[in-house]
Nanobody, 112 residues
Framework: QVQLVESGGGLVQAGGSLRLSCAASGSIFSIDAMGWYRQAPGKRRELVADITGGGVTNYAHSVKGRFTISRDNAKNTVYLQMNNLKPEDTAVYYC??????WGEGTLVTVSS
């Protein structure tokens, strides 16, 4: 089993920045890809960005150029740097490992 704990969410004005962190514990040796997903009220959960064990990244079109995903394998942590935030980025952000394990989520609210 893998446990994921997110942190770093909060309230920010449009144009501001936040950095989310996701700390992994448990059977972490089995983890390859990690990612961030988000779910806004009334909408389906969607991929924001993911990163393989080798560092290959993938982004949703809506966040490309504004968000950066990275990972520190020594700390078993994946990050999501979010810049130039927009009100439409408001959602609960979830960390995922290998499409099997999920964190409980952290709320990001962007005010206009």
């Amino acid at each position: 089993q893998v446990q994921l704990v997110e942190s770093g969410g909060g309230l920010v004005q449009a144009g501001g920045s936040l950095r989310l962190s996701c700390a992994a514990s448990g059977s972490i040796f089995s983890i390859d890809a990690m990612g961030w997903y988000r779910q806004a009220p009334g909408k389906r959960r969607e991929l924001v960005a993911d990163i393989t064990g080798g560092g290959v990244t993938n982004y949703a079109h809506s966040v490309k150029g504004r968000f950066t995903i990275s990972r520190d394998n020594a700390k078993n942590t994946v990050y999501l740097q979010m810049n130039n935030l927009k009100p439409e980025d408001t959602a609960v952000y979830y960390c995922n490992a290998d499409l099997n394990f999920w964190g409980e989520g952290t709320l990001v609210t962007v005010s206009s």
